[in-house]
């Protein structure tokens, strides 16, 4: 974990204290429009950007898995473990490439292979298209011969809800389940209807119930929002396996990863919880320009060495 001194840390607009590269980070988006906002078109092109202060991860290689339409990130010394990474972009926006240092810098934190698959976005592939491709992803994994136990399944924003939900069709399918499941701030009521939607509203620079219900329209079409395989609040949490759950302070959808934890934990699993004081949506993205993000990452490649366990003759 990354350690913050306070004279490296200024109070953002809500008091909290985060460090200076996050407060000159907030400022740049609070200034800039809100991409949920924007045309589709515009959107979508923007979301091919959104790791653009991140930095390049080091001891990493990265190969294309043309099964997938993905990529993978290998890290020099290799754990065994694998994540099978779906990136968010609420349902309409994203690709492999735009997560690609993420994936890069989990596969360095944690050890494993990192598997970044694509999947059919809305709207012109509603729902359940994507769960189909998530799952298909992960049988891929399993018959290229990565044992269930030692893959991790991880999402962030919408891709986070969609963990939660694969591992759900998993289950209901009674395949061979994960080691774990990590989320980071995950999407996960597409009903949008957690206390933080309003709690949050005047702190969130970057996410509106406005914009998430619209996107929630085109990947439902004429499925409920509380639906479970596409809402994952809305589910029976029992025999999943155990979770890490991540979620920015400051973000509408904060209450999303608090409902995951909660139910998984009241089913019998294990479940954690890290909400991160001052932080944005999806803020460990930016690895290496935020030291919250690194600090962010090494919390999950620690939780992902000690689930995603390789099995051994």
């Given at each position: 974990?990354?350690?913050?001194?306070?004279?490296?840390?200024?109070?953002?607009?809500?008091?909290?204290?985060?460090?200076?590269?996050?407060?000159?980070?907030?400022?740049?988006?609070?200034?800039?429009?809100?991409?949920?906002?924007?045309?589709?078109?515009?959107?979508?092109?923007a979301g091919e950007q959104a790791e653009s202060v991140t930095s390049e991860p080091d001891g990493v290689r990265y190969e294309s898995v043309p099964e997938v339409g993905g990529l993978v990130a290998i890290p020099e010394h290799g754990s065994g473990g694998s994540v099978?990474?779906?990136?968010?972009?609420?349902?309409?926006?994203?690709?492999?490439?735009?997560?690609?240092?993420?994936?890069?810098?989990?596969?360095?934190?944690?050890?494993?292979?990192?598997?970044?698959?694509?999947?059919?976005?809305?709207?012109?592939?509603?729902?359940?298209?994507?769960?189909?491709?998530?799952?298909?992803?992960?049988?891929?994994?399993?018959?290229?011969?990565?044992?269930?136990?030692?893959?991790?399944?991880?999402?962030?924003?919408?891709?986070?809800?969609?963990?939660?939900?694969?591992?759900?069709?998993?289950?209901?399918?009674?395949?061979?389940?994960?080691?774990?499941?990590?989320?980071?701030?995950?999407?996960?009521?597409?009903?949008?209807?957690?206390?933080?939607?309003?709690?949050?509203?005047?702190?969130?620079?970057?996410?509106?119930?406005?914009?998430?219900?619209?996107?929630?329209?085109?990947?439902?079409?004429?499925?409920?929002?509380?639906?479970?395989?596409?809402?994952?609040?809305?589910?029976?949490?029992?025999?999943?396996?155990?979770?890490?759950?991540?979620?920015?302070?400051?973000?509408?959808?904060?209450?999303?990863?608090?409902?995951?934890?909660?139910?998984?934990?009241?089913?019998?699993?294990?479940?954690?919880?890290?909400?991160?004081?001052?932080?944005?949506?999806?803020?460990?993205?930016?690895?290496?320009?935020?030291?919250?993000?690194?600090?962010?990452?090494?919390?999950?490649?620690?939780?992902?060495?000690?689930?995603?366990?390789?099995?051994?003759?």
């Amino acid at each position: 974990m990354v350690n913050i001194g306070a004279s490296d840390c200024e109070p953002w607009d809500n008091g909290v204290m985060v460090s200076s590269e996050a407060t000159r980070l907030w400022a740049q988006f609070a200034a800039a429009p809100k991409q949920i906002d924007l045309p589709l078109r515009e959107r979508r092109a923007a979301g091919e950007q959104a790791e653009s202060v991140t930095s390049e991860p080091d001891g990493v290689r990265y190969e294309s898995v043309p099964e997938v339409g993905g990529l993978v990130a290998i890290p020099e010394h290799g754990s065994g473990g694998s994540v099978l990474y779906l990136f968010g972009g609420g349902y309409v926006l994203g690709s492999p490439a735009s997560r690609r240092k993420t994936a890069g810098h989990v596969a360095g934190a944690s050890g494993a292979r990192v598997v970044v698959p694509d999947y059919r976005l809305a709207p012109e592939h509603p729902f359940p298209a994507a769960v189909d491709d998530a799952v298909a992803a992960y049988r891929h994994m399993l018959a290229s011969g990565a044992p269930a136990e030692s893959i991790v399944v991880m999402g962030d924003s919408s891709g986070g809800g969609l963990a939660v939900a694969t591992v759900l069709a998993l289950r209901d399918t009674e395949d061979t389940l994960p080691g774990g499941v990590v989320t980071m701030s995950a999407w996960a009521d597409l009903r949008c209807a957690g206390a933080s939607m309003d709690s949050r509203a005047d702190v969130d620079i970057m996410a509106t119930r406005e914009g998430l219900l619209e996107m929630a329209g085109w990947y439902l079409a004429k499925t409920p929002a509380t639906a479970p395989p596409a809402s994952p609040v809305y589910a029976d949490f029992a025999r999943l396996p155990p979770l890490l759950s991540l979620a920015g302070g400051d973000e509408v959808l904060l209450d999303d990863s608090v409902r995951l934890m909660r139910g998984f934990g009241e089913a019998g699993s294990d479940a954690t919880l890290f909400i991160g004081g001052g932080m944005q949506h999806v803020w460990p993205t930016w690895a290496g320009a935020l030291p919250e993000a690194d600090a962010a990452i090494q919390l999950i490649g620690d939780w992902v060495r000690a689930h995603a366990r390789p099995v051994t003759s």
